[in-house]
């Protein structure tokens, strides 16, 4: 007996030094965190999708189980939590990431996702018209705690953070964006600090994020760059905008094992940017820029060999850069000279 007990546990040994075996991290949310299929249709993408650019994916395992639509509460009756909770190991990690639909409908024929509002314990039994089941519908800060409780007694490590920021202000265009601190964001914050979870306030970094792009280059480019026209989703710079700004809260968590597995900043995908060498847009309306430049100083002299170009150029608005293309260059060799 003892000689299988001790085969049994050199098997377990050498099971947990398996490549299969390292530690996921497991996210969970709605199609802020994953659009669709995951794979950028309509140029929409979720933060959840552009995560894993800033871990060392040889050591833990990127799942990103975001589905769009979903509320807290609709994860959880839908089945899809207890499929994300029993494919967790101890030494796991999850994201958690609610809000953005829990102030839907509680009863109604097409979705019925609504939670009840508040981080207390409130319930409410319904007849649901879209399942035609009963069922009792929690508060937002009942199904929190479930994703908690429930994570930890797999063994794993919930992360709460809050939802992130739409492109929206109160204030009008070009106004300070909104916050949810009131509600979904705050109600976030108040779980995770009663469960004791680790809790970053995405909501507040990704606004703080899009008051400092408008300040600087304007709302027309957080439009145009960052958000999908309903101004919740988030195009390719948005998601991965977000997604560093969750990496580096990550790295900030206090006891939080999860920035262990963090790639270290000079070899994250932003460690390239220098603030100061352009992109081919960039060059492009820097060198409009000069033009302008040399027409305001009168220098008509070097300005007859100017190349015509559609419409009138605005260093503020310098146009949308998806409407920018760079034809390949005449007598110009292809091949990179030394030198930066």
Request: hydrophobic residues 35%; charged residues 25%.
């Given at each position: 007996?003892?000689?299988?007990?001790?085969?049994?546990?050199?098997?377990?040994?050498?099971?947990?030094?398996?490549?299969?075996?390292?530690?996921?991290?497991?996210?969970?949310?709605?199609?802020?965190?994953?659009?669709?299929?995951?794979?950028?249709?309509?140029?929409?993408?979720?933060?959840?999708?552009?995560?894993?650019?800033?871990?060392?994916?040889?050591?833990?395992?990127?799942?990103?189980?975001?589905?769009?639509?979903?509320?807290?509460?609709?994860?959880?009756?839908?089945?899809?939590?207890?499929?994300?909770?029993?494919?967790?190991?101890?030494?796991?990690?999850?994201?958690?990431?609610?809000?953005?639909?829990?102030?839907?409908?509680?009863?109604?024929?097409?979705?019925?996702?609504?939670?009840?509002?508040?981080?207390?314990?409130?319930?409410?039994?319904?007849?649901?018209?879209?399942?035609?089941?009963?069922?009792?519908?929690?508060?937002?800060?009942?199904?929190?705690?479930?994703y908690a409780r429930e994570t930890r007694e797999r063994g794993a490590t919930p992360v709460f953070l809050s939802p992130v920021a739409r492109n929206r202000s109160r204030?009008?265009?070009?106004?300070?964006?909104?916050?949810?601190?009131?509600?979904?964001?705050?109600?976030?914050?108040?779980?995770?600090?009663?469960?004791?979870?680790p809790f970053i306030d995405l909501n507040e970094l990704s606004a703080a994020a899009l008051d400092e792009i408008i300040a600087r280059a304007g709302q027309d480019v957080?439009?145009?760059?960052?958000?999908?026209?309903?101004?919740?989703?988030?195009?390719?710079?948005?998601?991965?905008?977000?997604?560093?700004?969750?990496?580096?809260?990550?790295?900030?968590?206090?006891?939080?094992?999860?920035?262990?597995?963090?790639?270290?900043?000079?070899?994250?995908?932003?460690?390239?940017?220098?603030?100061?060498?352009?992109?081919?847009?960039?060059?492009?309306?820097?060198?409009?820029?000069?033009?302008?430049?040399?027409?305001?100083?009168?220098?008509?002299?070097?300005?007859?060999?100017?190349?015509?170009?559609?419409?009138?150029?605005?260093?503020?608005?310098?146009?949308?850069?998806?409407?920018?293309?760079?034809?390949?260059?005449?007598?110009?060799?292809?091949?990179r000279l030394p030198g930066n």
């Open positions: 007996m003892k000689r299988v007990a001790w085969i049994g546990a050199a098997l377990l040994s050498l099971a947990l030094l398996q490549p299969g075996s390292k530690p996921r991290l497991v996210i969970i949310g709605d199609s802020t965190v994953r659009n669709g299929a995951g794979d950028g249709r309509d140029g929409q993408w979720g933060w959840g999708d552009q995560i894993a650019r800033y871990f060392d994916t040889t050591r833990i395992t990127i799942v990103n189980r975001a589905i769009g639509g979903r509320s807290s509460r609709t994860f959880i009756t839908e089945g899809r939590w207890k499929s994300a909770r029993e494919s967790l190991r101890p030494g796991d990690f999850v994201l958690v990431q609610f809000g953005h639909n829990d102030g839907g409908a509680i009863n109604d024929t097409t979705r019925a996702r609504g939670s009840l509002r508040g981080a207390g314990e409130d319930s409410v039994v319904i007849d649901n018209l879209l399942t035609r089941q009963r069922e009792t519908v929690r508060s937002f800060g009942a199904y929190l705690r479930v204030e009008g265009r070009g106004g300070r964006v909104d916050r949810s601190g009131d509600s979904y964001a705050g109600w976030t914050r108040e779980v995770a600090l009663s469960e004791g979870v957080v439009d145009s760059l960052y958000f999908h026209a309903d101004r919740t989703h988030t195009l390719l710079a948005g998601a991965r905008l977000n997604a560093r700004l969750v990496a580096e809260a990550i790295r900030g968590l206090e006891g939080c094992a999860l920035a262990g597995y963090l790639l270290d900043r000079s070899r994250a995908p932003d460690a390239p940017a220098d603030d100061t060498h352009f992109n081919a847009y960039g060059a492009h309306a820097v060198a409009r820029c000069v033009i302008e430049g040399f027409r305001q100083n009168g220098l008509t002299g070097i300005l007859q060999f100017e190349r015509p170009f559609p419409g009138v150029f605005d260093p503020a608005r310098p146009g949308d850069p998806r409407d920018f293309s760079l034809p390949p260059s005449p007598r110009v060799a292809p091949t």
